[in-house]
Nanobody, 124 residues
Framework: QVQLVESGGGLVQAGDSLRLSCAPS????????MAWFRQPPGKEREFLVS????????YYADSVKGRFTISRDNVKNTVYLQMNSLKPEDTAVYYC?????????????????WGQGTQVTVSS
C-alpha cells in the first residue's frame, strides 16, 4: 500500500547533512508508531529508528545513533529524519513505515504501511 510519501533525498558529500520527510496520506497515522528503514544497493532492508505516536519514545539502531534523529509533528502529520555526518555507507533508498501497534520494533513485520522510498547517495 502506498499511503506514505518520503521526500528530501539527494546527492551529498561525506560529512554533509540531509533531512528526510514522511507525509502520511491519512490522519489515522497520527496514532501510529513510525519508523525509518533503508536498503543499500544489493543488501536487505534494515531498521534505523522508530518513534511512538506521541513522539515521547524513540528507538535507534546502533548504526545511526548519535548521527540520525527522528522527530514527528502530529499537527502537520509529518515525520522527519535528520541525518548528520553522512558516510558513503549511508547510501541507500530510505523508507518510511507505520505500525498499528504500540511497540518500537525493528523487524520489517512490525510495520503495516510503507512509502515508496527516497534515494540518498553519499559520495566520498
Amino acid at each position: 500500500q502506498v499511503q506514505l510519501v518520503e521526500s528530501g533525498g539527494g546527492l551529498v558529500q561525506a560529512g554533509d547533512s540531509l533531512r528526510l520527510s514522511c507525509a502520511p496520506s491519512e490522519p489515522t497515522f497520527r496514532r501510529h508508531t513510525m519508523a525509518w528503514f533503508r536498503q543499500p544497493p544489493g543488501k536487505e532492508r534494515e531498521f534505523l529508528v522508530s518513534i511512538s505516536w506521541s513522539g515521547g519514545s524513540t528507538y535507534y539502531a546502533d548504526s545511526v545513533k548519535g548521527r540520525f534523529t527522528i522527530s514527528r509533528d502530529n499537527v502537520k502529520n509529518t515525520v522527519y529524519l535528520q541525518m548528520n555526518s553522512l558516510k558513503p555507507e549511508d547510501t541507500a533508498v530510505y523508507y518510511c513505515a507505520a505500525s498499528r501497534g504500540y511497540g518500537l520494533g525493528s523487524s520489517l513485520t512490525t510495520y503495516d504501511y510503507w512509502g515508496q522510498g527516497t534515494q540518498v547517495t553519499v559520495s566520498s
